[in-house]
């Protein structure tokens, strides 16, 4: 169909799923179902979040002094369940938003809306629209790429990479954009910009990963008529339509099965760290592990929880929306597994190389002063957090825990550490939650809510937003580094 720009009437032929965000056509006699939930998340019990907002000073003390909404919005209210990490967010994202920087403050809104256009994120395209008004911006860009400077244009290829295959970045994309004449990026203007597309690209995984539901009236959202999951969305039939279900309170259904895994991850935890102290494991076999490991995840296949179902039913009743693609190019590019079959030598990203500590930093922070600081607070922040619980027990230390699953997703993106014993991630890290991590990072868009119920049943869900904030970082810091190492190398 035309993917051109659309209009009220056409609008009108379309309904959209608040549980997975895509739009069907409503001519397929859609049955609309009661909401998920009223909340802020479709996946988390409105209760629970309600709880850790209740009366929490410091988060409306933060929300006063850091949001640029100035409002308590649905992902402000997931995150509060983590008040510290909270705390770095909303300081760097402010900074890149509203402080003192290289761009103009209605660019970094478009750009925000171009990095979540890729994932087809309505929830953060609708709250940059607004803020990109609201900051003076012209509206007549909102009709897309095609009425924006050129300039703002070029970003595209790099928005393209970054996003889904950010390996394939080389300094001559950089010297492209800095080196165009009159449409020319200045190096802190181009880290800037990358700064806000890996964040947006990142924060789109966030909102997908924990279900954030629309802030907006729920019957209208830029023209479309947002409904509540149906049951002829794909997404549906992985689903539960109960939010309830998610609870870990009762007589659920696998509670046994859930405790028993539980005390399988801590036996698996304990024999680790006792293998650790007996001996090395050789350099060779660490490589060999990083390398069976990236082959591996060509078999964590997104949404194969589900594939019992046959998808290409769905697929013609399937669009990206107008609204969405006329902020991006190339909507068919997405993310292509790092570790292709039948390939033997990866053109691996070794961390120690091209580190964020010691070379990344500096230069985001040359460039574009002081936003390494908050960023470096940032990642170190949900690296180190912990509240030593694991589920039930106390007293756990979990760091194995933590870099098992940020160290899973740099493995995605072909980031190798050499002091990381890879067969730690195969030990640590279920089927079903590597499923969800592939998925949450690579293809945000396709999140279910059963692919998030089906891990850790028995964790806390402030535990499985903490490991989304994981996730959120971990490619936030593959996609900068991948990028820095191109504005490195053209420097050098």
Known sequence: MNRGGSSPSAATNYLIC????KVLRKDKRIRVSQ???????????EKEVAQANTGDERTNFLVEEYSTSGRLDNITQVMSLHTQYLESFLRSQFYMLRMDGPLPLPHRHYIAIMAAARHQCSYL???????FLKTGGIAEWLNGLKYVPQRLKNLNEINKLLAHRPWLITKEHIQKLVKTGENNWSLPEL???VVLLTHYHALASFVFGSGINPERDPEISNGFRLISVNNFCVCDLANDNNIENASLTGNNFGIVGSLSELEALMERMKRLQEEREDGDTSQEEMTTRFEKETKESLFVVSGDTFHSFPHSDFEDDMIITSDVSRYIEDPGFGYEDFARRGEEHLPTFRAQDYTWENHGFSLVNRLYSDIGHLLDEKFRMVYSLTYN????????????????????VHCMFGIRYDDYDYGEVNQLLERSLKVYIKTVTCYPERTTKRMYDSYWRQFKHSEKVHVNLLLM???MQAELLYALRAITRHLT
């Open 18 to 21: 608040t549980n997975c965000r």
């Open 35 to 45: 909401p998920l939930t009223r909340g802020p998340s479709a996946f988390i019990p």
């Open 125 to 131: 395209i609708n709250m940059h629209v607004d803020e």
């Open 191 to 193: 880290v800037h910009a």
């Open 389 to 408: 619980t694991m589920a039930t027990h106390e007293d756990v230390d979990t760091t194995m825990l933590r870099r098992a699953l940020f160290n899973y």
């Open 473 to 475: 970082e971990a490619r």
